[in-house]
């Protein structure tokens, strides 16, 4: 039996009873046993994952663990975790009351044309053109400043994120209390641009703002 | 277009369970019958080639 690490949490009792917990270091992890011949890609255990991870946000916020970490037993958690538990137990404590809100909106321009691979010398300058295609792509400049006058003043923290050639990404950190006035924001925002296509997404738990990594 | 907004539901959850969080070193094999689909290597889980792009220049 192997366990699938969904997210990491500030209590026990944020875990349990929705998933079993492990502790690691001074916080815990939420895990769901899965049979060492069930594979990873099963729908069914999608699905299943996806919904646990939903009833633990209900909880509380946690920092979401990308899925497809699997671990035997707390040993080797704490091995595979040793030297991030002080920083994820900070990051549970600073934001323990808000939650992520995520906004896709659609480029604005047709995307460019994707690199041909036998174009260059090597993977990594294949990879590279790749990436860079992918922060060209721009939402209609009067939208961005729509977005940024309704939804963002509402968010404690925000970021743009590039994720691939047809669309543009903001993650938004938003206190639990003020998830209604985000949605209304977003309903504003739609009817402001009726021709602008966006999803406005969440409550995510602790995922882009869990990553040191900014854009 | 109930049925439409619980596909989107259903993509954007997904999207967000396989290609966000944070990434712990580690590795495993996603597969769907007998075929392999995805090596997890260390800090590249589940990714697409945007996001192995990503977590590679972390």
Redesign the interface.
């Known amino acids: 039996m192997k366990s699938v690490?969904i997210?990491?949490h500030l209590n026990r009792e944020d875990v349990e009873p929705v998933a079993e917990s492990m502790k690691v270091s001074d916080v815990f992890a939420s895990v769901v046993g899965v049979a060492d011949d069930r594979?990873?890609?099963?729908r069914d255990l999608?699905l299943e994952?996806?919904a646990i991870?939903?009833r633990l946000l209900d909880k509380a916020t946690f920092?979401?663990?990308?899925?497809?970490?699997?671990?035997r037993d707390e040993n080797e958690l704490a091995i595979?975790?040793s030297g991030?538990t002080a920083r994820?137990r900070e990051l549970l404590v600073a934001h323990r009351d808000e939650v992520e809100m995520?906004l896709?909106a659609a480029a604005a321009a047709a995307p460019p044309a994707r690199p041909d691979r036998h174009d260059f010398p090597s993977g990594a300058a294949y990879?590279?053109a790749?990436?860079d295609a992918?922060q060209t792509i721009h939402v209609d400049p009067e939208f961005r400043v729509g977005i940024e006058r309704t939804l963002v003043p509402i968010a404690t923290q925000h970021r743009w994120i590039h994720?691939?050639t047809h669309s543009v990404e903001l993650a938004m950190l938003v206190g639990r209390r003020n998830l209604d006035a985000i949605r209304d924001a977003g309903e504003k925002l739609r009817r402001d641009f009726a021709n602008a296509p966006f999803?406005l997404?969440g409550p995510?738990?602790l995922?882009?703002f869990?990553?040191d990594?900014h854009e | 277009m109930p049925e439409q907004t619980e596909e989107?539901?259903l993509l954007?959850?997904?999207d967000?369970?396989?290609?966000?969080?944070?990434?712990?070193?580690?590795e495993?094999?996603?597969?769907?019958?007998d075929v392999d689909?995805?090596y997890?290597g260390l800090n590249i889980?589940?990714a697409n080639?945007?996001?192995?792009?990503?977590t590679?220049?972390?």
């Open positions: 690490v997210g990491i594979p990873l890609g099963d999608l994952i996806a991870r939903g920092i979401a663990v990308r899925y497809g970490f699997t671990v595979k975790c991030l994820w995520t896709k990879l590279r790749l990436h992918t994720r691939d999803l997404s995510w738990p995922e882009v869990a990553n990594h | 989107i539901t954007e959850t997904l967000h369970l396989l290609d966000r969080g944070v990434v712990i070193a580690g495993a094999t996603i597969s769907i019958g689909l995805l997890l889980v589940l080639i945007d996001a192995v792009i990503r590679s220049q972390k």
